[in-house]
């Protein structure tokens, strides 16, 4: 870490680096059945997960920039469906972008005051911490959707989870 970087946030970037890697290893092998798949009627599909994570990502790069889409307040649950491929050039945009700004921060940078979405506004700090947690819960819940599918149709589950 950079020796500005306050020490709350090197917990925060290694996380943040590990859920990256995590969502492109539980993607290994992924078709384009398997990403559209509805594990029920009302689920969202693995595409809408790393879309939404796209969504997120991106607008935590533009929240610690002040601009692009934290400014617009863009509504978090409608995307449109992209391929994969261009998902992933955009996230990894998004993720160094935001890897670059967190290291950039200053203990004084913590206590900010964030919109969130015009639903409620608090420091900083709890917003890096939750964007980590928010990732790591989608990685479970692709991973569930993955290994069911893999259950239903027969796919090899170690392509992309191990366990």
Do not use: C
Not at 124 to 134: G, R, S, T
């Amino acid at each position: 870490m950079g020796e500005g970087t306050p020490h709350q946030i090197a917990s925060i970037v290694r996380g943040h680096a590990a859920m990256h890697t995590q969502l492109w290893l539980r993607l290994r092998a992924i078709t384009e059945p398997e990403l559209d798949w509805p594990i029920h009627p009302h689920a969202n599909t693995v595409r809408w997960i790393v879309s939404h994570l796209l969504f997120v990502e991106v607008w935590t790069a533009d929240m610690l920039e002040g601009s692009g889409t934290y400014l617009k307040n863009q509504d978090p649950k409608r995307y449109e469906v992209q391929d994969l491929r261009l998902i992933r050039t955009q996230y990894r945009s998004a993720f160094v972008r935001t890897q670059r700004n967190m290291l950039a921060l200053r203990t004084e940078d913590l206590d900010r005051e964030i919109d969130m979405l015009g639903v409620m506004t608090v420091p900083l700090l709890p917003v890096l911490e939750n964007h980590v947690h928010h990732a790591a819960g989608h990685m479970y819940q692709i991973r569930f959707i993955r290994g069911t599918y893999a259950r239903e149709h027969g796919t090899d589950k170690s392509a992309f989870d191990e366990w």
